[in-house]
């Protein structure tokens, strides 16, 4: 390590956890090079063991005092603090949905302000939102909530600039094929078996949380219309049906396709047993919409016995909540698909306490929507055949969803083999 000229403007951090097998201080120092900084290491505290965390103190400088707050923000969601121990700094929200100049901008790691000489932990965490300070309705102390900038209230306290602001990575798993925060490289040519394995490893370990009742362990899936069309929803189905998934997010077109491959038989129009088009297939989707507005929503559908298979069925038998957020392109759309995308947000964000593992199947809209609201230490996978969703997911800010690039229907039929059994079929 060379240490450069110290610059004009300087401050020291410090980065505490597993910073170093995970070569998340490497990234730190490449980053502060590559903008053009300097930095000195002041102290490192190595764990001995894989379970130790490490502590590291570094002097950083920039040339000036702009360059080195925007370098130090752009660090922080890697989990690098500022040692000032002043207050956080807060102004009052200017309009309805308005943030005031220079407002925190939140990342997905568990997040504390600084108020009266207390650090207080904010609520779940949410990338991309703002650190409100909510007095004390009486003598009690004042809280800190991330919201999002369209609940801000005119007047609200937001917090401004840097100072006064911490964050923190979530610990990796003790277990070197465990989940690692930021560790996760995307590749088509990682071995499919171990991936595989992690996934239901994950999820027997979130239904063990359910059961001793401890709180968490919820799973949620995200779903793409690929599901339907590559013939996974059936095994994803069998999945909700026998408690491995307890929420689902999706959209108008897997909702609607998921409805028609169990209702007709096809999917896009085309036959999910033979491959081929059926006649007058085009109109499928469009005929399956309108018979569920008919009866006015899934579950009137489900309970009516015109629906009596598939994913959102076994949903609605099992009490299990979905949200479907709809987008400029829906046909229809289904009763159930919330239409503004802002309340849709809202609608998934109401939905995610107690959720500690997510699954994302074939989507990017979904993906990237659900990455978003996602605390960092919740276990993210991502399957897709497209290397580049998992990609464009890490690059949104959510370093620690784990990309497995494949076939997602012969990975969601892998894993419900695995988690529910093997179902006996014909030939097999």
């Known amino acids: 390590m060379t240490t450069a000229e110290q610059g004009a403007s300087s ?28 930095y000195e290491i002041l102290e490192l505290q190595m764990g001995t063991t894989t379970t130790d965390p490490s502590h590291v103190r570094i002097r950083v400088s920039a040339a000036d005092e702009a360059g080195l707050d ?34 925190y901008s939140t990342t997905n790691l568990a997040t504390w302000a600084r108020v009266d000489g207390r650090w207080i932990e904010s609520g779940r965490p949410e990338m991309d939102c703002a650190l409100v ?28 600039g840097w100072r006064g602001v911490r964050v923190e990575v979530p610990s990796r798993a003790d277990d070197a094929e465990g989940f690692g925060f930021m560790t996760s490289e995307v590749s088509s040519e990682k071995p499919k078996a171990v991936s595989l394995a992690r996934v239901a490893t994950s999820l027997r370990e979130a239904r063990q949380r359910r059961n001793a009742g401890t709180g968490g362990g919820r799973v949620l899936a995200v779903c793409g219309p690929a599901v339907v069309h590559t013939g996974a929803a059936p095994a994803l189905a069998r999945l909700v049906r026998e408690g491995w998934v307890q929420l689902l997010f ?18 896009l129009g085309v036959s999910l047993g033979e491959g081929v088009l059926a006649e007058h297939g085009h109109a499928n989707h469009l005929r ?9 929503s899934i579950a009137a559908a489900v309970e009516a016995g015109w629906l009596r298979a598939g994913v959102l069925y076994e949903c ?32 998934m964000r109401a939905q995610l306490d107690g959720v500690d593992v997510a699954v994302m199947l074939a989507t990017t809209l979904h993906a990237i929507a659900t990455g978003n609201l996602l605390p960092a230490g919740v276990e993210t996978y991502c399957v897709d055949i497209n290397q580049a969703v998992v990609t464009k997911l890490a690059d949104r800010g959510s370093h620690q969803a784990l990309g ?11 894993l419900s083999d695995r988690l529910c059994g093997v179902e006996s079929e014909p030939g097999r």
């Open 11 to 38: 401050e020291v951090v410090h980065l505490d956890g597993h910073v170093v097998d995970s070569l998340l201080l490497a990234k730190v120092l490449d980053t502060i090079v590559d903008a053009g900084a300097t």
């Open 70 to 103: 925007a370098l130090l923000a752009e660090v922080q969601v890697h989990g690098v603090n500022r040692e000032d121990a002043s207050d956080a700094e807060f102004v009052g929200a200017p309009a309805n949905g308005v943030l005031p100049d220079g407002f």
């Open 316 to 347: 609605v038998r099992a009490g299990v909540p979905f949200v479907l957020g709809g987008s400029v392109r829906d046909d229809g759309p289904l009763p159930d698909v919330i239409s503004d995308t802002v309340a849709a947000a809202d609608a």
């Open 133 to 160: 300070v909510v007095p004390a309705a009486s003598s009690g102390p004042s809280t800190v909530e991330m919201v999002p900038m369209h609940r801000v209230r005119a007047g609200d306290r937001v917090v401004t």
């Open 288 to 296: 399956v919409i309108n018979e569920v507005r008919r009866f006015g």
């Open 250 to 267: 999706a959209g108008n077109g897997f909702a609607t396709h998921d409805i028609e491959s169990n209702v007709l038989g096809t999917s």
């Open 404 to 414: 497995i690039v494949t076939d997602v229907g012969l990975f969601v039929g892998d």
